[in-house]
C-alpha cells in the first residue's frame, strides 16, 4: 500500500472518526481500490469489527460530510465475514486487534475450481449489463467489475490450487508454478490493474475482448484443475 501524505492523514481522520462514534471497535480494516490503488479509487471502503451494538446508520452518519465517500460494513465480534472473507484477508489492518480479523475468517473454505468457473461466467452478466446500459457512469462501472470478476476467477483458482486462504494477488503468483505464474501476471496486469483500476481497457470490440479473456480464464482454471489431479 502506497499513499501521500494526504491520504495517510484522511485514512488516520477515519480512524479517529469510528473511535469517536464507537468505543467498543476491535478491528478497523480498509478494503478495496483504495487499499492498493488510492490515486485511482472512487471511494474508501471500511470494515469495523465491534463488539458494541452500534446500528450501521451510526458509522455512515459520522462520514455525511467527509471529503471523499467512506462506506462502512459493521461486523459483530465473532461473526464470520462469509461474503467479506476475501477482501478482509487482503485488506490493510488500520487499527486495533489483528485477531479480530483473524476470528472472522478462521475455517472459512478455500474456493473451490467449481465456484471460480462460475464466478467466470457470472462475469459477463456485468458485461450484459454495461453493455446495455444508458448512463455513461454506469456503462463503465459494470464494464469494469465484468473484467475484474475475470481475475477474481482467476484468484479464486490460484488459491484453490495451492490449497491456501492466502488472497494476496502478488503472493499468489509467486508460489504458482509456470507457466501459470506468468499467466496470473497478465491477467492481474491487464484485468484488474489495467481495465479495472485504470478504466484503460478497450472502447472498441468490448465483447470480443471479454471473450478472449472469458476463455483465457476459463483455460487458466482447467489448466490449474489438471495439474492438481481434480
Aim: with cysteine.
Amino acid at each position: 500500500m502506497t499513499t501521500s501524505a494526504t491520504q495517510v492523514d484522511l485514512l488516520h481522520e477515519i480512524v479517529r472518526c469510528l473511535l469517536e462514534v464507537d468505543s467498543g471497535i476491535r478491528s478497523i480494516v480498509l478494503i478495496g481500490s483504495f487499499a492498493w490503488f488510492p490515486d485511482l479509487a472512487r471511494d474508501i471502503d471500511i470494515v469495523v469489527i465491534t463488539e458494541s451494538n452500534l446500528p450501521t446508520e451510526a458509522y455512515w452518519d459520522a462520514f455525511a460530510n467527509f471529503p471523499k465517500p467512506v462506506d462502512v460494513v459493521v461486523l459483530r465480534r465473532g461473526e464470520k465475514a462469509k461474503g467479506l472473507t476475501l477482501a478482509l484477508r487482503t485488506g490493510v489492518l488500520l487499527w486495533g486487534d489483528e485477531s479480530a480479523v483473524r476470528e472472522a475468517i478462521e475455517n472459512m473454505p478455500v474456493p473451490t475450481f467449481e465456484q471460480a468457473r462460475r464466478v467466470a461466467d457470472r462475469a459477463r452478466h456485468y458485461l450484459q449489463m454495461g453493455l446495455s446500459a444508458s448512463d455513461p457512469v454506469d456503462r463503465d462501472m459494470d464494464i469494469r467489475n465484468a473484467f475484474n470478476a475475470l481475475f477474481d476467477a482467476a484468484r479464486m483458482a490460484a488459491m484453490c490450487f495451492l490449497d491456501t486462504e492466502e488472497a494476496r494477488w502478488g503472493e499468489l503468483r509467486r508460489q504458482l508454478p509456470p507457466p501459470f505464474n506468468e499467466q496470473f501476471r497478465r491477467i492481474i496486469d491487464t484485468l484488474h490493474v489495467a481495465y479495472f483500476y485504470g478504466g484503460h481497457y478497450p472502447t472498441e470490440n468490448i465483447a470480443k475482448t471479454f471473450d478472449r479473456w472469458h476463455r483465457e480464464v476459463l483455460a487458466f482454471i482447467d489448466g490449474l484443475r489438471q495439474l492438481k489431479g481434480v
